[in-house]
């Protein structure tokens, strides 16, 4: 059974009801995607930066700073092959601070995987269904 979303807090998932909020699988190997989601939460994204990462088991995460005030926001990327040998991306993005962060994680789940997409000029072939299984999840 799914857990319910805490208002400050969202994760990506093949079967999530939201579509914007399934992640995303790709036809593109591992390695292209996990230097990609690197360069993107290090230096690619404004305000963002790595705090661990390890392509073994396929984690990064990451902190972003807010714009004027508040607390940082915590970034978790799970990258790894589902069954089909297509390679999944998962992310969990929650804020630091109490209560309900008005939307924000889910906006930066959105803006990441828009970028994700663009930095991999993934067409929309490459961007598989999914549901297509998952083998990283956030």
């Not at 969202?10 to 079967?15: A, E, F, G, L």
């Not at 998962?90 to 962060?101: E, F, L, P, T, Y």
């Not at 889910?106 to 083998?135: C, K, Y």
């Amino acid at each position: 059974m799914a857990q319910p979303q805490r208002e400050d807090r969202v994760s990506t998932r093949p079967d999530h009801e939201d579509p914007v909020l399934r992640g995303r699988t790709y036809s593109i190997p591992f390695d292209p995607v996990w230097r990609a989601a690197v360069e993107l939460a290090g230096r690619g994204l404004p305000r963002w930066s790595v705090v661990r990462e390890d392509d073994g088991p396929g984690v990064i995460h990451a902190e972003v700073k807010p714009l004027l005030w508040g607390e940082n926001s915590d970034v978790l990327l799970r990258i790894g092959l589902d069954g089909n040998g297509q390679t999944r991306v998962d992310m969990v993005a929650s804020s630091r601070g109490k209560g309900r962060d008005w939307g924000v994680s889910r906006r930066r789940v959105v803006s990441f995987f828009t970028a994700l997409d663009r930095r991999l000029s993934a067409s929309p072939e490459q961007i598989v269904s999914p549901s297509a299984g998952s083998a990283a999840h956030a």
